[in-house]
């Protein structure tokens, strides 16, 4: 059984479209995460929801929205892509300080 | 804030060699400290862990030890395979609810035959 699973895997999109992106896990964990890694393969945190309430919110725009709906989901909402948005989204969760990452995201702006 | 600075890659090494990749850290407090691998076209896996100054952490044959004198967790391992070949990160969190991972920039590791 996948811990963390994302969804989808690749996304090529064109500048200016909206789309999501979306997290599940079955760990039980309480806290999930979402990290961008650029194409120089940094990662750097973006948002943080413990028990579907937001945590860390890393001065990302405000086109890119998290939602959770519940403790088991964390899914990013991105407004009006643009061509810097290209990068890949990681998921993660956790339990005390331990993380677990998902597969990853590849999103292509055009 | 926290910080971690990782050498700059890539490392190229023949099977067998000897690995040291060097990664220190500023952080307030006590952070816990990891190693994560992320091999091609994969997401990223923990590798090895330490929470607590002079914890050792090891797994697969890598081991890290965290020196607190030295803010210090540098990564090795004895004899590399070529199934090594992967980005190699530092990473440091402050334990606590909803605690981020601050990543060093990654290094990459190409392990030749």
């Known amino acids: 059984d996948t811990a963390v699973s994302q969804t989808p895997k690749y996304l090529v999109t064109q500048m200016g479209n909206d789309k999501s992106i979306k997290c599940e896990q079955n760990?039980?964990?309480?806290?999930m995460y979402w990290y961008k890694q650029d194409s120089k393969k940094f990662l750097k945190i973006m948002f943080s929801?413990?028990?579907?309430?937001?945590?860390i919110n890393e001065t990302v725009p405000n086109r890119f929205s998290p939602k959770s709906p519940d403790k088991a989901h964390l899914n990013l909402h991105i407004n009006s892509l643009e061509l810097g948005d290209s990068a890949v989204y990681f998921c993660?969760?956790?339990?005390?300080?331990?993380?677990?990452f998902g597969p990853g995201t590849r999103l292509t702006v055009l | 804030g926290n910080s971690v600075t990782q050498m700059e890659g890539p490392v190229t090494l023949s099977e067998e060699a000897f690995l040291t990749i060097n990664c220190t850290y500023t952080a307030t407090g006590y952070p816990s400290l990891f190693w994560y691998v992320q091999y091609p076209g994969e997401g990223l896996q923990l590798l090895l862990k330490a929470t607590k100054a002079d914890d050792k952490g090891s797994n697969k044959g890598f081991e890290a030890t965290y020196r607190k004198e030295t803010t210090s967790f540098h990564l090795e391992k004895g004899s590399v395979q070529v199934s090594d070949s992967a980005v190699y990160f530092c990473a440091l969190t402050n334990t606590g609810t909803a605690s981020k991972l601050t990543f060093g920039t990654g290094t990459r590791l190409q392990v030749t035959l």
């Open positions: 993660a969760s956790s339990q005390n300080f331990e993380q677990f």
């Open positions: 760990l039980g964990h309480d806290t």
């Open positions: 929801y413990n028990n579907k309430e937001l945590i």
